[in-house]
């Protein structure tokens, strides 16, 4: 394995939402919703530091309470719906060399809306940006029962195909490529890509997720599934 790289985590946690009043904290199974990921920062053996960037001086004394560090609050202009990740994550990597004089190989932006991505999750990441030199390494999620031939539209009530088939029909599942997409519970990237406006670079890698970590929380539906997915863990652990 090539030398484990240093990684600075950085916990995206701004203070507006709308879907879900004060997301980052809404109460899960007893906890606020941020400590779940600032817990999984804590059992990772390779991130060198992990911070919050927050706006919001509630969020920060959550997190402050839980064990996490919060060495600036995030400006106004980078906490509005329209800012861009890539703009708060440099904003993080500039206050580390600027303040403190550190620099790091790579960052990992670590939502708190994935409150079952584990310490073990962060790490295989690190480790496979160091086994394959990777540019990016994104955590991913299968598509279950996803076929493109299986998308429809609606036109005047009617169905049909969003996109056309040699067949005419859908295909059988078994005959499909599998598919996956992001499941937003790690975001991986060479520092010197993120200060260019680059969250992927030439190679991206994929770490797959099962789906019982892979929630992501947007609305109350996926906090009583994630509800769900961390009381069956306990239970079949006990």
């Not at 804590?42 to 992990?50: A, I």
């Amino acid at each position: 394995m090539s030398k484990i790289p240093s990684v600075l985590g950085i916990i995206t946690a701004r203070g507006g939402s709308k879907g879900i009043p004060n997301k980052n904290i809404a109460p899960l199974c007893g906890k606020p919703l941020l400590a779940y990921t600032i817990e999984a920062t804590k059992c990772s053996k390779l991130l060198t530091r992990t911070i919050i960037s927050t706006d919001s001086a509630e969020i920060a004394a959550i997190a402050k309470k839980h064990g996490a560090e919060v060495p600036f609050m995030r400006p106004a202009e980078l906490s509005t719906d329209e800012a861009l990740a890539l703009d708060v994550l440099a904003h993080a990597i500039r206050h580390a060399k600027d303040q403190d004089g550190q620099s790091f190989d790579y960052v990992m932006m670590l939502q708190p809306t994935s409150p079952l991505r584990t310490g073990e999750d962060i790490d295989a990441c690190i480790r496979l940006a160091a086994e394959t030199d990777a540019d990016s390494v994104f955590s991913m999620k299968e598509l279950p029962d996803f076929a493109p031939q299986k998308i429809k539209t609606i036109e005047n009530g009617e169905i049909k195909p969003f996109i056309e088939d040699e067949q005419g029909q859908s295909a059988p599942r078994h005959k499909g490529k599998k598919a996956y997409k992001r499941n937003c519970a790690i975001y991986l990237t060479k520092t010197e890509l993120i200060l260019k406006g680059d969250q992927f670079g030439k190679k991206s890698m994929a770490y797959v997720m099962p789906q019982e970590r892979s929630i992501d929380i947007n609305d109350p539906v996926d906090l009583e599934l994630a509800e769900f997915w961390m009381k069956k863990t306990i239970s079949s652990n006990t």
